[in-house]
């Protein structure tokens, strides 16, 4: 609210010694522009619904006076199962047209699951949308309508020349149902900040990273509407919201539109999109993990794990290295290297600068396909699986380890020989300073690989000093108390 005011006393003139009494030329040349890149855009903005219809049974109990937990659980033969009903899901979203043939691009999660799919054109226009092509990593679909008229289109832009404090203009359908209006709205506010990340909201592959924020209001249905600059062009789409009370509080991310030009032919082809992938899972170093690799900043990723068969593995890559640039370029933290392997195409080669015990290397290695069920990379939060654990060792920096059973390792899809499962970690010991928690799996101490606990109680026989420890989570640092 503040920023609003502020920013409306600038535009309108307002200083100490009065009020002007007309706007400013400056005021009036940027209210101009805004009005400018409505009516150049807007028409071009649409409003998607879609429909999907779930088939379910109720069940219920005809004798409803004695029913509680008791008698769900003991009489549950008796409940009557009733007739097959159907339950019309409604969703609704934005998107833009991008070019004259009427390709309509949109997130992916806007028309996910739909059975139809209808677009509305700010005319009030509505055409059948035909689904080409949907990615659920970049949360991108790209919907086509025909129409025998010639159609809008909005001009992309290049996300790569956004820098924070431009203009940033949200167009969209917010509430387009519920106002029975398909005229976008349009918000104004700057770019905030670039390069940002969100986490998994779902059990989706949807990653979300490399985002443009912006304090433009977005608000719900604007997801798949574009982002636009104040020359017109399309610079992200539209894609979350961070809210806790449901709307907007000013704070929205778009996806940017070099991303999605990427990606654009392969979804309006209707062809799958191709992602390399290196094959590692990796984690940002952090000031005690720069410490023991001997970096001089706190820069670069560690390699916690190499799959099998991965371009990392087959280049030498191991566990415990630190790479610190891709192909000349500085690698500061995880979302850098992804950003970089994304950029390129399958088949390319990429030349990596490593650390590795202390000295560095050059990897050449040739970009793969990523996997239907693996990512690019994963950060140190990737789940474990917790569960009970025998054959403990003795205490060691208020850690205990066990023998991962044959039971665990089944239940949890553990390899034989994936190293010992935590038992117990000491409050205020240096095993829980160091982030160690009940359930991981250490397979990795000072760069000794740990396959059972006669592994770990050799390797931690007269240890001292700092202790590099390897879990299925990442890399931590134990630190001498």
Request: zero cysteines; glycine letters at 10%; a negative charge.
């Amino acid at each position: 609210m503040v920023k609003n005011l502020l920013l409306t006393a600038l535009m309108l003139g307002m200083v100490s010694g009065g009020v002007s009494a007309e706007p400013t030329d400056e005021a009036l040349s940027l209210q101009e522009a805004f009005v400018r890149v409505s009516k150049d855009v807007g028409p071009a903005v649409v409003s998607i619904s879609t429909e999907h219809v779930e088939h379910y049974q109720a069940r219920y109990y005809p004798f409803s006076q004695f029913q509680d937990q008791f008698f769900d659980e003991f009489f549950s033969d008796f409940f009557v199962t009733g007739p097959d009903r159907e339950f019309k899901k409604i969703g609704l979203g934005s998107g833009v047209i991008v070019d004259k043939e009427g390709y309509v691009l949109t997130n992916e999660h806007v028309i996910h699951g739909a059975d139809k799919i209808t677009v509305t054109l700010p005319d009030g226009r509505e055409f059948e949308g035909q689904l080409t092509g949907s990615d659920i990593y970049s949360d991108l679909a790209v919907v086509k309508i025909g129409s025998e008229d010639v159609l809008p289109f909005a001009k992309l832009g290049d996300s790569d020349e956004v820098e924070i404090g431009h203009w940033a203009i949200a167009i969209g359908n917010p509430f387009a149902f519920a106002v029975r209006n398909p005229e976008p709205t349009v918000t104004v506010g700057v770019v905030s900040a670039l390069r940002r990340s969100l986490p998994r909201t779902d059990k989706r592959a949807r990653e979300y990273s490399d985002l443009i924020q912006t304090d433009a209001s977005i608000n719900p249905g604007n997801s798949g509407g574009p982002l636009v600059n104040i020359r017109g062009e399309v610079i992200g789409i539209n894609v979350a919201i961070f809210t806790m009370s449901g709307g907007s509080e000013g704070i929205g991310f778009a996806i940017p539109v070099n991303t999605a030009k990427k990606i654009m032919d392969d979804l309006m082809q209707g062809r799958k999109v191709l992602y390399g992938w290196i094959g590692v899972i990796i984690q940002d170093v952090d000031d005690d993990l720069a410490g023991y690799f001997g970096l001089s900043e706190k820069q670069g990723v560690l390699i916690s794990r190499i799959m099998e068969n991965s371009p990392a593995e087959k280049a030498g890559l191991r566990p415990g290295d630190v790479i610190v640039s891709f192909d000349k370029n500085k690698i500061k933290n995880t979302q850098g290297l992804i950003r970089r392997v994304l950029k390129k195409d399958i088949g390319d080669r990429a030349l990596l600068e490593i650390v590795r015990k202390r000295k560095i290397y050059s990897v050449d290695v040739e970009i793969g396909e990523r996997p239907e069920d693996r990512g690019l990379a994963v950060s140190k939060k990737a789940q474990i699986a917790r569960g009970p654990a025998v054959q403990p060792s003795k205490n060691w920096n208020g850690l205990e380890a066990s023998d991962i059973t044959q039971d665990i390792a089944v239940r949890f899809k553990l390899s034989p020989g994936a190293g010992v499962i935590v038992a117990g970690v000491e409050q205020g010991s240096a095993a829980e300073d160091a982030g160690i928690r009940v359930g991981d799996i250490i397979h990795e101490i000072n760069r000794q690989p740990i396959k059972n606990i006669t592994d770990y109680n050799d390797a931690i026989k007269g240890l001292s000093g700092d202790v590099l420890v390897g879990t299925h989570r990442g890399y931590v640092l134990i630190k001498e108390k």
